[in-house]
C-alpha cells in the first residue's frame, strides 16, 4: 500500500465524535479521528514499513502520524530519526504514546530517553519519562539498573513539582510504574511516592486536578498487580 492508499483507509475510518475529542486534547488540523483498535486491520495488511511511516509522520495529519508509529521499523531508526520524531510531535498524544512508545521498541531507548529527560523541553521531558514507562511495564526487570531507576527515582522526587505540567504527569506515571513493574524498588518506589506527595496540575474546585502515585501503587498492591508486565506495547 502507498501513502495515498493508507491515508484514503484512514479518513474512510475517521469518525466526527472522536475528531472533536482529539481537538480538545490539543490535536489539530488536518486529523480524521480515527479510534486507535480501528488501525490493527489495516496494520495486519501492511506490518512493519519505516518508509511508509515516515511519509505518513511527515503528513502532520494526526492519525497518520499515529499510524506511523504503529507501523514503524524501531530497529531501523537513529537517533537523529527520533529527534526528528520529537520535533514534529506537536502535543503529548503524540509525544507520549507515538514518539515514546516507538522508541521503547528501541535499542536506543535509554540513551535517547535520558538525554529528553535533561532536556528541560516539556514534550521532551515528558515522552523521556513515558518511554521508561513503556519500558518498565514490558521489559523483564533484568534489563534495567537498579542504581540508574533509583536515581531517576530521586531525581523525579527533587524536580516533579516545578516541572512542566505534562513532565509532571509522566514524572508521577513513572514513579508509579516503578512501583508496580519493577518489583527490586517497589518498596523504594512507594516511599518516594509518599515523600512527593500529591502533584497538583491546576484547576480549582470541582476541576481541581491532582495526581499521587501513592493512592495509585497502594490500589494496584491490593490487586495483587505487583510486577504486572504487559506481553506487548505497541499492537
Not at 466526527?16 to 479521528?33: D, I, S, T, V
Request: net charge neutral.
Amino acid at each position: 500500500m502507498n501513502l495515498e492508499t493508507v491515508l484514503q483507509e484512514l479518513e474512510a475510518l475517521g469518525k466526527e465524535r472522536l475528531k472533536k475529542m482529539y481537538l480538545g486534547n490539543g490535536a489539530h488540523e488536518p486529523l480524521f479521528g480515527v479510534a486507535t483498535g480501528e488501525m490493527k486491520p489495516l496494520y495486519r495488511k501492511i506490518k512493519r514499513n519505516q518508509p511508509l511511516a515516515e511519509q505518513l509522520y511527515a503528513t502532520g495529519n494526526y492519525d497518520a502520524m499515529y499510524f506511523a508509529g504503529v507501523i514503524a521499523d524501531p530497529d531501523a531508526m537513529s537517533a537523529a530519526d527520533f529527534e526528528r520524531w520529537i520535533d514534529e510531535a506537536y502535543f503529548y498524544m503524540l509525544s507520549d504514546y507515538v514518539v515514546a512508545v516507538t522508541l521503547s521498541e528501541s535499542d536506543l531507548a535509554q540513551e535517547v530517553s535520558d538525554a529528553w529527560i535533561a532536556s528541560g523541553d516539556e514534550l521532551r521531558m515528558s515522552a523521556g519519562w513515558s518511554c521508561y514507562c513503556w519500558l518498565l511495564g514490558n521489559r523483564p526487570d533484568g534489563a534495567f539498573s537498579t542504581e540508574k531507576l533509583d536515581g531517576l527515582l530521586e531525581q523525579a522526587k527533587r524536580t516533579i513539582h516545578d516541572a512542566p505540567k505534562r513532565a509532571r504527569i509522566s514524572m508521577n506515571n513513572f514513579v508509579y510504574t516503578v512501583g508496580v513493574s519493577y518489583v527490586p524498588l517497589h518498596e523504594r518506589a512507594v516511599q518516594i511516592a509518599q515523600e512527593i506527595g500529591p502533584v497538583e496540575l491546576g484547576g480549582s474546585g470541582s476541576k481541581r486536578k491532582v495526581l499521587n502515585a501513592s493512592q495509585q501503587i497502594q490500589k494496584e498492591l491490593e490487586k495483587g498487580r505487583i510486577g504486572f508486565k504487559r506481553k506487548h506495547v505497541r499492537c
